[in-house]
């Protein structure tokens, strides 16, 4: 019998599949046992990976990925409003921002995710955004603004 698609906070005894899942899937995103990474399985096999890298005063969604056989399916979104309503509020324990690809723009607010300015991420943010941008990556600052979001 087949399971349906289950999201959880990863732990570390399973933190070596979260590592390799990167390795496999996207090199650049690094898993790190310090901030909470969040999945979404199917069978109890990866399909979507998320980071919160944690800061003093917010966090930032980061090195989301998808599997490869699995994009433009809607796990991704679904990794995300599972978040968005999990009773550990993952998104509302510290105000959450992420780094948007322009052309993933879209897909972010569809998970009530909303643009703002360069000059609204906090100062601990401020810094990594421009240091990304200025190495010619096209991003789009946006926060995590929950139901008001449309």
């Known amino acids: 019998m ?9 732990n570390r005894l399973r933190f070596p599949l979260v590592k390799r899942f990167y390795q496999a899937h996207y090199p650049a995103g690094k898993a790190n ?21 944690q800061f003093q005063h917010c966090q930032l969604l980061t090195a989301m ?13 679904a990794l995300l409003n599972a978040l968005h309503h999990d009773e550990s509020q993952p998104f509302s324990a510290k105000q959450c921002y992420c780094f948007a690809f322009e052309h993933l723009e879209n ?3 569809n998970s009530h995710f909303s643009r703002i300015s360069e000059e609204c991420l906090p100062e601990e943010l401020k810094q ?4 990304y941008t200025q190495s010619g990556k ?8 929950g139901e008001s979001t449309t």
């Open 2 to 10: 087949r399971n349906p698609l289950q999201h959880r906070l990863i």
């Open 33 to 53: 046992k310090a901030d909470p990474i969040w999945v979404l399985e199917d069978n109890k096999q990866i399909r979507v990976c998320l980071r919160l890298k």
């Open 65 to 77: 990925v998808t599997h490869p056989d699995f994009r433009n399916l809607g796990l991704g979104q």
């Open 107 to 109: 897909f972010y607010q």
């Open 128 to 131: 990594r955004f421009r240091a």
């Open 138 to 145: 096209r991003l789009v600052p946006m926060i995590f603004l």
